[in-house]
């Protein structure tokens, strides 16, 4: 197996300016931008070590089968996807805000739940409620976009009271929200799969709202396999599952939260090639397509003359 793209540093002709962030290295010109996903990998807002194989081209390609088959719902940013790990787009203004929004009690809104929570981002929960059950509507419970550190809940009456979203702008992020996890679900129950909760971004070009970053990704969304999930509920057992959960979930059995002072657990290749396989695995399952690695033996010069070839 590749050791994984962990970093591009590239230099362009008329770019303006470089962003690293957690998975993705942004490459700025004046009207168009050009994203490298990476095999970089977080958890808990902080990028771990070492990167995993085959990871950022899972999110590249299944982002730009996602964005393609909603384009009709809510337009989106890109303009291009020359190289399996490469999309070019429109360079948009971002909303400092991120959609969530969750048809399940799973991850983060459980661990709250659990934790004593009836009220999260200002929704209202029910008593009663098991991990992973289905809630009575889907809800929307967005966070602050954090360029460095951690992302915070907040609610719909403080993005709105602190000027982060005007109110015509926010109700418009709501029903795309909406929409595209309709859509998302869907899709996703197509191919055997739910579609428990995701996040979705949101940028403004030439003052149009579009659909921006990647959507319905295993870094950006949560599945469960449908079959059998019923029963599993009834029985108290684990969901089987296709996310980065799993990460979450080995990270926290050995003792990381991203707090302070904690350790990351050593990167066995036995974990990171176990990671790399869920992540080729998903991408299997909700495309429908063979996946077919990208030549590894000279990754950084490939998407070099890819991103020349098409600012």
Known sequence: MNQGIKNTQFEFPGQLDFYKGKVRDVYIFDQVIAVVATDRISAFDVVLPKPIPYKGQVLNQIASYFLASTAEIVPNWVTSTPDP????????IPFKVEMVIRGYLAGHAWREYKAGKRSICGVALPEGL?????LPTPIITPTTKADQGHDEDISRENILSQGIVSEKDYLQLEQY???????????ARSKGLILVDTKYEFGKFEDK?????????????????????????????????????????????NGFQGKEGQTIPEMTPEIIESISNRYIELYEHITGKTFRAANSKD???????AILANI
């Open 85 to 92: 790990n490469v999309t070019i787009g429109k360079k948009c």
């Open 130 to 134: 098991k991990e992973n059950d289905q």
């Open 177 to 187: 929200t909406r929409e595209l996890y309709q859509s998302g679900s869907e899709m």
């Open 209 to 253: 709202i579009l659909l921006i970053d990647e959507i319905h990704t295993p870094d950006s969304s949560r599945y469960f396999y449908l079959d059998g999930y019923e029963k599993r509920q009834q029985e108290g057992l684990e969901q089987k599952q296709l996310s980065k959960e799993f990460v979450r979930q080995w990270l926290i059995e």
């Open 299 to 305: 990754a950084s010069k490939r998407i070099k003359e």
